[in-house]
DNA sequence: CGATAAATGCAACTGATTTGCAAATGCTTT
DNA sequence: AAAGCATTTGCAAATCAGTTGCATTTATCG
């Protein structure tokens, strides 16, 4: 997959190149999807450690430049995703059993088709459009028990 | 604003109905906005007390019958609203600043649009389209303090 | 009214995220 | 390259939403 520059990116967020934003950095463009702070954690203890407040703060700074974006679900877990022209807004499908997120194809969002439904004088930095259900892994699970108690 | 009798929908969702439940349900069934937990609890606290604990079990069982929607923020906060005839699903706006959760008019939206996205297997019972950004008010604050800076 | 299952309250726990502060690092200027 | 200073990072502890276990209360049915 293609992606970004890492320091390219950090230099043109005005972001200093420090050895945990850079490994924060390429671990998030190489994901296939969206991670949670622990799968962070998890890909960039390899080289050296990285303590998880900072990952905190750094995905805080990478989301306020808009490098990356942040994707609420139930159970208070956030994942992140980069924002870059590689990676356009585009759907998620969250398993409420497994708690996976996974990214949905093709339907590019844009803000452009939503902003005629503000009325006061908010201003949007963010749009999220998410399925949430139960994944083919857990339905097949499920299927399983159910067969199994009959 | 029109809205669903609580005994009605309750019996239909075959839930005794429990004061607490009964309670709950009418806090929710007035709102003009989705509500978090503190809010319900708050609203209720008039007639009696109700633990909080028991307003989450109501809530997981009122989402498992379809009787409300969940909606997640950033802020690991959830907010809930009714998912009746008289509310359809409808897009939100999240204040990143004050946190707060308002409605956005018009625009139903429907599963069956998204579900030719799903390759495998998935069963979606929930759909979601969230704008996140600063709301009307905290911007006019915003505004004051860029302008009592300079 | 009594029995039984379901609902509720309370205390304690979990897990994600945040805060305060001291130590380490990055960047600029000698 | 070393000094100076702001920024970043790590660590410990706190916060806060949401959950769990268990004892008590309530609803419903015979």
Partial sequence: MEHCDIHT????????????????LT????????LRVKDILDR???????????????LASFKAEGIIREIATDHGVNFYEM???HNPTHPHFYCRICR???????????????EHL?????????ITLNLTGVCGTCNLIKDGHRRSKQ
Same sequence: chains 1, 2.
């Fill in 9 to 24: 990116t950090l230099e043109h967020a005005g972001l200093s190149k420090t050895s945990r934003r850079v490994a924060v």
């Fill in 100 to 114: 996976s997120l996974s990214c949905l194809p093709e339907q590019v969002i844009r803000e452009s088709r939503f």
């Fill in 44 to 58: 960039v203890c390899g080289e050296g450690q990285i303590n998880k407040v900072t990952v905190y703060r750094i």
């Fill in 83 to 85: 924002a870059c022209r």
């Fill in 118 to 126: 503000l009325t006061g004088n908010q201003t949007v930095d963010g």
């Fill in 27 to 34: 671990v998030l463009v190489h994901a296939q999807t969206p």
